[in-house]
């Protein structure tokens, strides 16, 4: 490759890297990607259980995303960490020898193990905490339009334009002469 070589290939490169957000089904497929990878690589019990948790919650979460009115720093979270976040932790760790990773004190005392536990407790605590936010407003909504109907359809409270006029009998309507 030339020297003039490096600025024809830029413009392609600049070109992928504005390829937009993922699709909800790139965001789908990489979990199921994550989950399968985790299985593969034959890791502990505690960590495949944390990353389904994850992966679980992002399922659960994602599709709700648009209608929460969650902020795009939300939204660009739940993203990251399906797409990125979420991957490159374990690939760190899956890079490392087992015996090495689980054993050897790499961070104030605790093995890549344990450093890998702490992130994906941190993932997973972020995520929920999201997900609770998206339900909570799936949640208020449900109580506003319960007051809705309630001021609606209370007796008592009810519109006189929703209630038909009750037309009272007049004498001839019923047959009595009252006069």
Not at 49 to 69: E, F, K, S
Not at 72 to 78: I, K, N, P, T
Not at 137 to 149: S, Y
């Amino acid at each position: 490759m030339g020297f003039f070589d490096w600025f024809r290939a830029e413009p392609e490169q600049a070109e992928a890297a504005v390829a937009g957000p993922p699709t909800p089904e790139q965001i789908s497929a990489a979990l199921d990607t994550m989950d399968a990878r985790v299985l593969e690589a034959q890791l502990s019990s505690p960590v495949i259980a944390r990353v389904r948790r994850i992966t679980q919650r992002l399922r659960q979460t994602l599709p709700r995303m648009t209608n929460a009115g969650l902020t795009s720093v939300d939204q660009y979270s739940l993203i990251a960490t399906a797409t990125s976040y979420l991957p490159q932790t374990v690939s760190s760790y899956v890079r490392l020898p087992r015996d090495w990773a689980d054993r050897r004190p790499v961070d104030a005392g605790r093995s890549s193990l344990l450093v890998l536990v702490d992130q994906l407790d941190l993932l997973g605590a972020t995520i929920d905490k999201i997900y609770d936010a998206v339900i909570a407003k799936d949640a208020e909504a449900l109580v506003v339009h319960g007051r809705f109907l309630a001021e609606k359809f209370t007796p008592g409270h009810m519109d006189a334009r929703v209630m038909p006029a009750v037309a009272k009998p007049s004498a001839t309507a019923t047959g009595l002469d009252l006069g």
